[in-house]
C-alpha cells in the first residue's frame, strides 16, 4: 500500500516573501489615486471648475471695457478675441498649480500624508497620478472658460491651428502641475503655498503678454519676457486660434518654444521625481 498522496495538478503557487505580485506598473493603483484626486476636486467643482471661469470672465469685461474701445485691434483682430486664448490658458495653468500643490500639503499638515505614502505606488506613479488629476481639472477650467468667453460678445475662439492649443494648453498645465508638486513638498503650511501663487506664479501669469503684445515694451523688457516659460505658453496658446503671436506667425517658429516647453517640462519632471523619491520633507 502506498501512503504518498498524488500531487494535485491545480496546486497553487505563492510568491516568495518579499516579492512582488503586481505587474512593473501598478494600475489598479494609479487609477485609484488619479481618481481620488479628481474627486477632490469635483466635490467642489463650484469653487475650483466654476468659479474660476467666472472670475477669468470678469478679467476679460473689465479689461476690454477699459482697454478695447474704440474697435481697437491688436494682431489684426479686436481685443476681446486677442485677449482671451491668453486668458483661458491663464486659467488652466493657475488651476493646475492650485490643485498639484494642494494634496501633499494638505496631507502633512492634516496628519493623513501616510495615505499617499503607504500604498504599493512607486514614487513615479505617485507623481503621475497627482500631475494627471491637476491637468485634468486645468482642462476643466479651461472647457468652462471657453465656454463662458465664446458666449461674451466680440470674441471669436475659431481654431486655426488645434495642435498648438492642446500641445501649448497641455505643457502650461504640465508645467504648474510639476511646479505645484513640488511646491507641496517644500511647504510646511498654506501660507508657504500662497506665497509662491501670489509672488511668483500669479506675476509670471499677468505679466507674460496676456493682456498685451511684447513689441510694445522697451527691449529690456522683451528680454526679460521672453524668458518666461509662461510666455511661450500663452503665445503659443494664442497661435492656435488666431494664426499669430508674439513668437511667431509660422508653424515652424512656433514649433521651436513648443520643443522648448517640452524640454523645460521634461527637466522639471525628473527634479520633481528626484525631489519626492528622496522623501525631503515628507518621511522626516
Not at 500500500?1 to 516568495?16: E, L, Q
Not at 518579499?18 to 466635490?43: A, I
Given at each position: 500500500?502506498?501512503?504518498?498522496?498524488?500531487?494535485?495538478?491545480?496546486?497553487?503557487?505563492?510568491?516568495?516573501p518579499?516579492?512582488?505580485?503586481?505587474?512593473?506598473?501598478?494600475?489598479?493603483?494609479?487609477?485609484?489615486?488619479?481618481?481620488?484626486?479628481?474627486?477632490?476636486?469635483?466635490?467642489v467643482?463650484?469653487?475650483?471648475?466654476?468659479?474660476?471661469?467666472?472670475?477669468?470672465?470678469?478679467?476679460?469685461?473689465?479689461?476690454?471695457?477699459?482697454?478695447?474701445?474704440?474697435?481697437?485691434?491688436?494682431?489684426?483682430?479686436?481685443?476681446?478675441?486677442?485677449?482671451?486664448?491668453?486668458?483661458?490658458?491663464?486659467?488652466?495653468?493657475?488651476?493646475?498649480?492650485?490643485?498639484?500643490?494642494?494634496?501633499?500639503?494638505?496631507?502633512?499638515?492634516?496628519?493623513?500624508?501616510?495615505?499617499?505614502?503607504?500604498?504599493?505606488?512607486?514614487?513615479?506613479?505617485?507623481?503621475?497620478?497627482l500631475?494627471?488629476?491637476?491637468?485634468?481639472?486645468?482642462?476643466?477650467?479651461?472647457?468652462?472658460?471657453?465656454?463662458?468667453?465664446?458666449?461674451?460678445?466680440g470674441?471669436?475662439?475659431?481654431?486655426?491651428?488645434?495642435?498648438?492649443?492642446?500641445?501649448?494648453?497641455?505643457?502650461?498645465?504640465?508645467?504648474?502641475?510639476?511646479?505645484?508638486?513640488?511646491?507641496?513638498?517644500?511647504?510646511?503650511?498654506?501660507?508657504?503655498?500662497?506665497?509662491?501663487?501670489?509672488?511668483?506664479?500669479?506675476?509670471?501669469?499677468?505679466?507674460?503678454?496676456?493682456?498685451?503684445?511684447i513689441?510694445n515694451?522697451?527691449?529690456?523688457?522683451?528680454t526679460?519676457?521672453?524668458?518666461?516659460?509662461?510666455?511661450?505658453?500663452?503665445?503659443?496658446?494664442?497661435?492656435?486660434?488666431?494664426?499669430?503671436?508674439?513668437?511667431?506667425?509660422?508653424?515652424?517658429?512656433?514649433?521651436?518654444?513648443?520643443?522648448?516647453?517640452?524640454?523645460?517640462?521634461?527637466?522639471?519632471?525628473?527634479?520633481?521625481?528626484?525631489?519626492?523619491?528622496?522623501?525631503?520633507?515628507?518621511?522626516?
Open positions: 500500500m502506498n501512503d504518498t498522496a498524488p500531487s494535485s495538478p491545480d496546486k497553487i503557487v505563492f510568491s516568495p518579499g516579492q512582488p505580485v503586481m505587474g512593473r506598473v501598478n494600475r489598479l493603483g494609479l487609477w485609484t489615486l488619479y481618481m481620488k484626486e479628481v474627486r477632490r476636486f469635483f466635490k467643482q463650484m469653487q475650483t471648475v466654476w468659479a474660476p471661469a467666472i472670475t477669468t470672465l470678469l478679467f476679460l469685461v473689465i479689461f476690454t471695457l477699459a482697454m478695447g474701445r474704440g474697435d481697437r485691434e491688436i494682431l489684426g483682430v479686436n481685443f476681446a478675441t486677442f485677449v482671451a486664448p491668453g486668458l483661458i490658458v491663464m486659467g488652466m495653468m493657475q488651476n493646475a498649480f492650485a490643485n498639484g500643490s494642494f494634496s501633499l500639503l494638505g496631507g502633512k499638515i492634516q496628519g493623513t500624508i501616510i495615505d499617499y505614502l503607504m500604498p504599493p505606488l512607486s514614487n513615479l506613479e505617485l507623481l503621475v497620478g500631475v494627471a488629476a491637476a491637468v485634468t481639472r486645468a482642462i476643466l477650467v479651461g472647457l468652462a472658460v471657453a465656454l463662458a468667453m465664446a458666449l461674451y460678445p470674441v471669436d475662439l475659431t481654431l486655426r491651428h488645434p495642435w498648438a492649443v492642446v500641445w501649448f494648453g497641455l505643457m502650461g498645465s504640465v508645467m504648474l502641475s510639476l511646479l505645484g508638486v513640488l511646491t507641496s513638498i517644500w511647504a510646511e503650511k498654506f501660507d508657504h503655498n500662497a506665497a509662491i501663487t501670489n509672488f511668483i506664479v500669479a506675476p509670471l501669469s499677468l505679466l507674460s503678454g496676456t493682456f498685451y503684445v513689441d515694451l522697451a527691449p529690456v523688457f522683451q526679460i519676457s521672453r524668458a518666461n516659460p509662461f510666455f511661450y505658453v500663452i503665445s503659443g496658446f494664442r497661435f492656435g486660434f488666431l494664426g499669430q503671436s508674439d513668437i511667431g506667425d509660422t508653424n515652424m517658429a512656433v514649433m521651436h518654444g513648443a520643443i522648448g516647453l517640452g524640454v523645460l517640462n521634461a527637466a522639471l519632471a525628473i527634479a520633481t521625481y528626484l525631489v519626492l523619491r528622496s522623501g525631503w520633507k515628507l518621511r522626516s
